[in-house]
């Protein structure tokens, strides 16, 4: 049994960040020249997928959530009363 939903929009998040990370730690180690400017579209498309991804997948989690129906609790069906 899972302790918490998945949350792809988060795991989306991480990715993005951590590519972000690893762009300045390259950088400060001296492998590759990062400018300061070149973070800014990764972060910022990254966040923008991770909101669109969690946007859809709490639109499929909606859709597939089996809702009550009013017709089971007015028979009294969910038991002995």
């Not at 400060?28 to 997928?49: R, S």
């Not at 709490?58 to 959530?65: E, L, T, V």
């Amino acid at each position: 049994m899972l302790r918490h939903e998945f949350q792809p929009g988060k795991l989306v998040a991480g990715v993005f960040l951590a590519l972000a990370g690893v762009a300045y730690a390259g950088d400060a180690d001296g492998l590759w020249e990062t400018p300061w400017f070149a973070i800014i579209p990764l972060v910022v498309g990254g966040l923008c997928l991770a909101g669109a991804t969690a946007a859809l997948t709490q639109g499929i989690r909606r859709r597939r959530r089996p809702g009550r129906t009013h017709t089971t609790e007015a028979a009294g069906t969910d038991g002995p009363g």
